[in-house]
């Protein structure tokens, strides 16, 4: 029990370091607390909703219809790009819109960052929890620590930068702009995510090739492919803590109103430290 406990709270630290990262950097105009409470809340059905659609497409489709199964290519890169990222990634994003789309605090550029990724590290954290508590496992817990919550978070910065995009358009009343980022904040962060998903997945056939080997040269070019994957899942980490850097640095510092402040708000260097 004891183990578990321990588990859950690794489990849940990384989505609330990177979550209080985003508010931090929110300089201009903070978000209330209920607002954030609201995306924390409104996610929880769409997590259920993710898992129930990955698994129509997956268990009905690929397994039932296809007899694809864990190591096949094909059926890996249909899973990825066409179920898990999509599906995960329309239910963040509902998952943040629902609350947010109308509010009147939604009127600075990196409010969709926030609000994005509030809804991302929701998913992670819950999603996090349960492959941790599953596994019991500390070293699932490291390796998704520095590797999965990260890339949620990664594909929630991309939707907000569309999202808040996407409102900005509407408020101008560029409805074409407005269409436009809405589907680039679903199908980039989607795209992401399916190619994060796809190279963390193709480690399971090759393993399989390797050890199903009959030669000595059958053996290398398996674990070759393997070490070239393991190699562009280390670049891939790299490029998503510099992307995490260098985006929420430049967004933070461009931030501006786009829409009328609340009523009561305060400018920055006026507030009490």
Same mark, same amino acid.
């Given at each position: 029990?004891? &183990?578990?406990?321990?588990? @859950?709270?690794?489990?849940?630290?990384?989505?609330?370091?990177?979550?209080?990262?985003?508010?931090?950097?929110?300089?201009?105009?903070? =978000?209330?607390?209920?607002?954030?409470?609201?995306? *924390? &809340?409104? =996610?929880?059905?769409?997590?259920?909703?993710?898992?129930?659609?990955?698994?129509?497409?997956?268990?009905? !489709?690929?397994?039932?219809?296809?007899?694809?199964?864990?190591?096949?290519?094909?059926?890996? *890169?249909?899973?990825?790009? &066409?179920?898990?990222?999509?599906? =995960?990634?329309?239910?963040?994003?509902?998952?943040?819109?629902?609350?947010?789309?109308?509010?009147?605090?939604?009127?600075?550029?990196?409010?969709?960052?926030?609000?994005?990724?509030?809804?991302?590290?929701?998913?992670? !954290?819950?999603?996090?929890?349960?492959?941790?508590?599953?596994?019991?496992?500390?070293?699932?817990?490291?390796?998704? #620590?520095?590797?999965?919550?990260?890339?949620?978070?990664?594909?929630?910065?991309?939707?907000?930068?569309?999202?808040?995009? #996407?409102? !900005? /358009?509407?408020?101008?009343?560029?409805?074409?702009?407005?269409?436009?980022?809405?589907? *680039?904040?679903?199908? !980039?962060?989607?795209?992401?995510?399916?190619?994060?998903?796809?190279?963390?997945?193709?480690?399971?056939?090759?393993?399989?090739?390797? =050890?199903?080997?009959?030669?000595?040269?059958?053996?290398? /070019?398996?674990?070759?492919?393997?070490?070239? *994957?393991?190699?562009?899942?280390? @670049?891939?980490?790299?490029?998503?803590?510099?992307?995490?850097?260098?985006?929420?640095?430049?967004?933070?510092?461009?931030?501006?109103?786009?829409?009328?402040?609340?009523?009561?708000?305060?400018?920055?260097?006026?507030?009490?430290?």
């Amino acid at each position: 029990m004891i &183990l578990l406990i321990i588990l @859950v709270i690794l489990a849940i630290i990384p989505g609330v370091v990177l979550l209080l990262i985003s508010g931090k950097m929110d300089r201009v105009d903070k =978000e209330s607390p209920g607002i954030l409470v609201s995306i *924390l &809340l409104m =996610e929880l059905p769409f997590i259920l909703a993710a898992a129930l659609l990955e698994c129509l497409f997956d268990d009905l !489709i690929l397994t039932g219809l296809f007899g694809f199964d864990e190591t096949n290519v094909l059926g890996i *890169l249909i899973r990825c790009f &066409l179920i898990i990222g999509p599906a =995960e990634e329309f239910c963040k994003y509902m998952g943040a819109r629902i609350p947010t789309w109308s509010s009147p605090q939604f009127n600075c550029k990196y409010d969709g960052i926030v609000y994005c990724t509030t809804s991302a590290m929701s998913f992670a !954290i819950i999603e996090n929890i349960l492959y941790v508590a599953t596994s019991g496992s500390f070293v699932t817990a490291l390796l998704r #620590a520095v590797m999965s919550v990260p890339g949620h978070f990664m594909f929630g910065v991309c939707m907000g930068i569309f999202y808040s995009r #996407a409102k !900005i /358009a509407q408020v101008k009343g560029d409805n074409a702009g407005k269409s436009r980022n809405i589907w *680039l904040a679903l199908i !980039i962060p989607a795209v992401f995510h399916g190619l994060y998903d796809s190279l963390c997945f193709l480690a399971v056939p090759l393993a399989v090739s390797a =050890e199903a080997a009959e030669s000595d040269a059958e053996i290398v /070019a398996a674990l070759g492919l393997l070490l070239l *994957l393991l190699g562009a899942m280390f @670049v891939l980490i790299i490029g998503i803590y510099v992307f995490l850097f260098i985006t929420l640095r430049k967004e933070s510092k461009s931030d501006y109103f786009f829409a009328p402040p609340m009523p009561g708000w305060v400018p920055p260097r006026f507030r009490k430290k």
